[in-house]
């Protein structure tokens, strides 16, 4: 037992390296009272080593703690994508006067970050409904918290209280549909569920609503309409960073939570079963058709309503919201092909969305402002900032040569070859859409002159230097993408599944 | 035939020239405009240097279009190749470029129109190093367009094109620029995310042996799709005349219809040409209109021949509206940009006529027509051009008697006339008459009614040339200063063109005659490769 343990440990080195470092900026927040600057160096330290023991974990496929948790190259590639933000979220913050604005708590802040990380890193592998209602909890009551960080902002903590009460909800639905399909299955990990199914057989009906009410869960990690209404008020609400972190690394530790739960949980595991795009333990149920239903509503609600934003967190928010669809398109299909590319998508998303996020809170610092208006000649006041705004905006919008095209093309790859090309075309119509309201943004940086101050906007060197290492990979994985590709396509496997 | 300069290909100078030089530009101290000019003009030159070597060193004889051999100045190396994993097969994009007779005179067209367009931007009076930075990639989209053989690259550079035209229109254009160059963005974008899908499917369908292992591989190698053979069956899109292969046809279709543009297509055109300034709307005339009709000549027709043939006659319906329904638009109006820019889509339906008569005549007519339009129009836009750098304003009606005040201004203003209504000796003239020459032998009733254009435009020019510079001198213009040295370097080469291409046609109809007959065989045989002797 002790041996299990210590070996489980072992495989748990990044976790517990955030553990730490957590402990260790709260402490230093308490003893350095005049030394604010600590816990952000301890924060940045903590999630580089975790980084590393990520990268150490390559290769690894086990469970461990009983089958609480499991390492394997899927945990392993989200743990990454997870890590690699944090580390860039706590750059953003070094530079944001939102955050540095709150000296006093700043300890507070960036403990708050290492506890976000640590819970996203345990949605990533957690295989046992527990573990995973666990994880959730954790990453979602630490973002409650640090959406509402700056309390001097009505809307911050209208933006905190709104996520509280749609995440208790959801939570609370999600509960009970594990409690529903632990009733059912009499199982709480995953692998027992599938073969409870497998072999017992369940009654349909029943799974079904415990499946859509665990979905309702998902549906709001991910932002999926029709539970995406806290999105754009929170997004907004919340400090750009967090704004950011959220859009990324929560979105992609829902994804990975959903799509193990769906890919374990209801396909055919024994040895010579049916190919593994068939949701076979699910017969009866078309549950790629209302995960397409709700990749279409994401997608077409996210980018139609962006259309009317003038704030640029809320137009981010939406656009968020539609590539949340874009990237559910990949869980529909569900096969090998879909999964990696979800999982390149996400790369990609990780570099194009957090740019965007960071040149709006770059420009907020200076002007004080969020509005779109704000934006007119910034591209004569500040043309790096500007032409890494367009390279970031065209990316997400999906042309080439960025790296927005290569995830478009890999999803709508994997739909033509599950022959969901219905699907594809409302993806490829959307990205039409998506392209106007990223226009605005274009046409008030250059087509319109400044409003009032023509004044040329200065960043520092050590902020343009963080901008240039997100636009570099947003270009040159558009140019030339096969590491990326290579690695998803190592990056899928999970364990137990063949 | 292989042309190298420090190891790297003609076809990759030519394409990436102008890149170079917009790196260079954008080092540039912002105050000095002069050395930003004589920079893209610099580049501009050194790709015609490049593109008159090109047309010396052409092999007439060769052909091109689906045979690897029949490519010229072919320069092949892997771009991407991701090793297949069970449930991906391996991923094969190659950096593919080559001429053909189809794709050199585009090549041609391009490097001179972009030379000429630098000129004409001299008096740009704001953001000078954005305006040339701009201009220069929409430069290397363009040939870059012409000259790529892999599907991937084609569409890498199709889409390069779009970000620099929306600026271009957008921050130096007319008053309604907003409007027009964010219409002009998602038109354009629409068509290319149909095409985008079209060649995920195409993708999918078609794949060749490694020459190595003998392992299938798909690809997006363009000459490989026009090969029947390579079509995996059961794939979505193999077979011959299937529904999928109807739907990709389409969508190809209003993808390349859109940039053409046909009919009803075309509501862009107008907007875009009149806001644009006068060196872009002569880029967007003189060459990203071609790449719709190029597209279609280079994508669809060699690989959906048999739909090619069934779309024939929809197509010289489509290209009847747009010859009798620009014609008739640009009669009815009175800015003078706006005329050129509804001619352009008359214009344009001759070629589509030629295209649709699937015989040599007139496919060469269709694309000598692609050359000639490319000229012409932007002669006239130079034109248009001139007067209003002076005027300030396109109205028609607010001229009169110009030719007094202007007299080498009208000279040369009536050649591109003469050359867009199809005078005789001039090479709008010969284009046109080959494609309804060729339309004649396969849509008798709808060619003649076609012929009704030629009468329309001949009527719309005589009767602006008429309004403008003839009749009574308007007082308001009469101290009208005559054409400038830098605005005759910009018209007279054009004009020489028209006249030389008007006397002796051969010049060009030599590059492209193996080609084209080559292609017409392909159509016709179904994409096999039996070439009609002409």
């Known amino acids: 037992m002790v041996e299990q343990i210590l070996e489980s440990l072992s495989r748990f080195l990044p976790e517990t390296v955030l553990v730490g470092a957590l402990c260790l900026a709260i402490l230093s927040d308490l003893v350095f009272r005049q030394n604010r600057g600590i816990a952000p160096l301890i924060a940045l330290g903590g999630l580089f080593l975790s980084l590393y023991y990520v990268t150490e974990q390559a290769g690894v496929s086990q469970q461990i703690f009983s089958g609480m948790i499991v390492v394997d190259p899927f945990a392993v590639f989200f743990k990454f994508l997870i890590g690699?933000?944090?580390?860039?979220?706590?750059?953003?913050?070094?530079?944001?006067?939102?955050?540095?604005s709150t000296q006093k708590r700043i300890g507070e802040y960036f403990s708050l970050i290492l506890a976000l990380t640590l819970g996203m890193y345990l949605m990533a592998g957690a295989v046992n409904l527990l573990m995973m209602v666990l994880a959730i909890e954790l990453t979602s009551l630490t973002s409650y918290i640090l959406a509402g960080y700056t309390r001097e902002a009505p809307d911050s903590s209208e933006a905190s209280l709104k996520y509280m009460i749609y995440g208790a909800l959801s939570t609370g639905l999600m509960l009970y549909g594990i409690s529903i399909l632990y009733g059912l299955t009499g199982a709480t990990d995953i692998y027992g569920i599938n073969a409870s199914i497998a072999y017992n057989g369940v009654n349909e009906v029943t799974l079904l609503i415990a499946v859509i009410l665990i979905l309702v869960g998902f549906g709001y990690k991910i932002s999926a309409v029709p539970f995406h209404f806290w999105t754009p008020d929170v997004y907004e609400g919340a400090p750009v960073t967090i704004t950011a972190f959220l859009s990324v690394a929560s979105k992609a530790a829902g994804f990975a939570m959903m799509i193990r739960f769906?890919?374990?949980s209801f396909i055919d595991l024994t040895p010579g079963g049916f190919p593994d795009e068939m949701w076979v333990l699910l017969q009866g149920i078309e549950w790629n058709k209302i995960v397409a239903i709700i990749s279409v509503l994401t997608m077409t609600l996210g980018n139609l309503v962006a259309v009317w934003q003038d704030n640029l967190k809320r137009l981010l928010a939406y656009s968020s919201i539609a590539h949340a669809g874009y990237m559910l398109m990949g869980v529909v299909v569900l096969s090998n092909a879909g999964v990696a590319a979800v999982l390149i998508y996400f790369m990609v998303y990780l570099f194009m969305n957090l740019g965007a996020f960071y040149v709006v809170m770059l420009v907020a610092n200076k002007t004080g402002k969020e509005d779109i208006d704000s934006y007119k000649g910034l591209g004569y006041r500040s043309p790096i900032v500007a032409v890494s705004f367009v390279i970031f905006l065209i990316s997400l919008t999906g042309l080439p040569p960025t790296a927005g095209f290569i995830g478009k093309l890999y999803l709508f790859a994997a739909l033509f070859e599950a022959k969901w090309i219905w699907l594809a075309v409302v993806g490829a119509l959307n990205s039409v859409v998506s392209l106007y309201y990223y226009v605005r943004v274009l046409r008030n940086m250059f087509l319109r002159d400044p409003a009032e101050d023509k004044s040329p906007i200065e960043f520092s060197t050590a902020q343009i230097v963080v901008l240039i290492a997100l636009v570099i990979p947003t270009i040159l994985f558009g140019l030339y993408f096969a590491p990326l590709v290579d690695f998803a396509n190592a990056s899928i496997v999970m364990f137990g599944v063949r | 035939m292989e042309l190298q300069f420090l190891g790297i290909g003609i076809l990759s100078w030519i394409t990436f020239l102008p890149i170079v030089g917009m790196v260079l530009l954008l080092m540039i101290p912002k105050t000095n405009e002069n050395a930003m000019k004589w920079t893209a003009a610099l580049f501009t030159f050194g790709q015609v240097v490049l593109a008159v070597v090109i047309y010396f060193a052409f092999n007439r004889g060769m052909t091109g279009i689906n045979s690897l051999e029949g490519m010229q100045f072919v320069e092949k190396a892997t771009w991407i190749d991701i090793k297949s994993v069970p449930w991906f097969g391996r991923i094969l994009i190659e950096y593919f470029l080559g001429v053909d007779g189809l794709s050199v005179t585009m090549v041609l067209l391009t490097a001179l129109i972009s030379f000429l367009a630098?000129?004409?931007?001299?008096?740009?009076?704001?953001?000078?190093?954005?305006?040339?930075?701009?201009?220069?990639?929409?430069?290397?989209?363009?040939?870059?367009?012409?000259?790529?053989?892999?599907?991937?690259?084609?569409?890498?550079?199709?889409?390069?094109m779009l970000l620099p035209m929306y600026f271009l229109i957008g921050i130096w254009g007319g008053p309604r620029r907003e409007y027009a160059a964010i219409k002009f963005f998602l038109y354009t974008l629409f068509g290319s995310v149909l095409m985008l899908l079209a060649m995920i499917a195409l993708y999918f369908s078609v794949t060749i042996p490694d020459p190595m292992t003998g392992e299938k591989i798909h690809t997006f190698n363009m000459l490989a799709m026009m090969n029947p053979a390579n079509f995996e069956p059961g794939s979505i899109l193999a077979g011959l005349g299937t529904y999928w292969r109807h739907l990709a046809y389409i969508a190809l279709f209003i993808g390349f219809a859109i940039k053409v543009p046909i009919f009803p297509f075309h509501t862009w055109l107008p907007d875009a040409h009149v806001e644009a300034p006068t060196a872009i709307s002569v880029i967007l005339a003189g060459v990203l209109l071609k790449m719709g009709t190029y597209g279609i000549l280079r994508i669809s027709y060699p690989m959906f021949p048999e739909l090619a043939q069934w779309y024939a006659l929809p197509l010289a319906i489509l290209a009847f509206i747009n010859i009798v329904y620009g014609a008739l638009a640009a009669m009815a109006q009175k800015d003078f940009k706006k005329l050129i820019a509804y001619s352009s889509i008359s214009h344009m339906g001759v070629v589509l006529l030629g295209m649709a008569a699937l015989n040599t005549q007139g496919m060469m007519g269709a694309v000598f027509q692609m050359f000639n339009h490319g000229t012409i129009t932007a002669m006239l836009f130079l034109i248009v051009g001139v007067l209003y750098d002076r005027t300030h304003t396109r109205d028609l009606d607010a001229f009169g008697g110009l030719a007094i005040t202007m007299p080498k201004y009208t000279g040369i203003m009536s050649v591109g006339f003469f050359a867009a209504l199809g005078l005789p000796g001039l090479s709008g003239f010969i284009s046109e008459a080959f494609s309804f020459l060729g339309a004649f032998q396969t849509f008798r009733y709808i060619t003649i009614a076609s012929t009704l254009g030629i009468v329309l435009t001949a009527a719309y020019m005589l009767w602006t040339l008429q309004r403008v510079f003839l009749g009574q001198p308007n007082e308001k213009w009469a101290g009208l200063p005559d054409i400038n040295g830098r605005e005759l370097f910009t018209l007279v080469p054009l004009a020489v063109i028209v006249i030389t291409l008007g006397i002796y046609p051969s010049f060009m109809l030599d590059l492209m005659t193996s080609s084209l007959n080559h292609l017409v065989g392909i159509v016709v045989s179904n994409g096999g490769a039996v070439a009609i002797v002409p």
């Open chain 1, 84 to 100: 690699v933000t944090a580390i860039l979220i706590v750059l953003f913050s070094f530079y944001s006067s939102e955050v540095q």
């Open chain 1, 262 to 264: 769906f890919r374990v």
């Open chain 2, 118 to 160: 630098v000129f004409a931007s001299w008096n740009i009076e704001k953001a000078m190093k954005g305006y040339m930075a701009m201009l220069l990639l929409l430069d290397t989209g363009m040939i870059g367009v012409f000259v790529s053989l892999d599907f991937f690259l084609f569409y890498v550079f199709w889409e390069v």
